[in-house]
Nanobody, 115 residues
Framework: QVQLEESGGGLVQPGGSLRLSCAAS????????MGWYRQAPGKQRELVAG???????YYADSVKGRFTISRDNARNTVYLQMNSLKPEDTAVYYC?????????WGQGTQVTVSS
């Protein structure tokens, strides 16, 4: 069993930055495929960024060049640095971990981009 706890969400003005953190417990982070998803009101949950290792990273087209996913295996934590935030980035952001056929979710953290 893997437990995930997100933090770092909040209210930010357009053009601002936030860093989300996801602390994993129950299994070594290095063995997990990690990802960040988001879900805006009335929309489906979508994959924002995913990381297997430093050489295997995915970004949705809508966040390329603005968001950076990284992992610190020593701290069992994955991060999502979000820069140049736009109102359309407003959503609940969820941390996701996969190990074989098992998938785990965090409780989500709200990100609101508004002036």
């Amino acid at each position: 069993q893997v437990q995930l706890e997100e933090s770092g969400g909040g209210l930010v003005q357009p053009g601002g930055s936030l860093r989300l953190s996801c602390a994993a417990s129950g299994r070594t982070l290095s063995s997990l495929i990690m990802g960040w998803y988001r879900q805006a009101p009335g929309k489906q949950r979508e994959l924002v960024a995913g990381i297997i290792n430093v050489g295997s990273i995915y970004y949705a087209d809508s966040v390329k060049g603005r968001f950076t996913i990284s992992r610190d295996n020593a701290r069992n934590t994955v991060y999502l640095q979000m820069n140049s935030l736009k109102p359309e980035d407003t959503a609940v952001y969820y941390c996701n971990a996969a190990w074989g056929p098992d998938v785990y979710w965090g409780q989500g953290t709200q990100v609101t981009v508004s002036s």
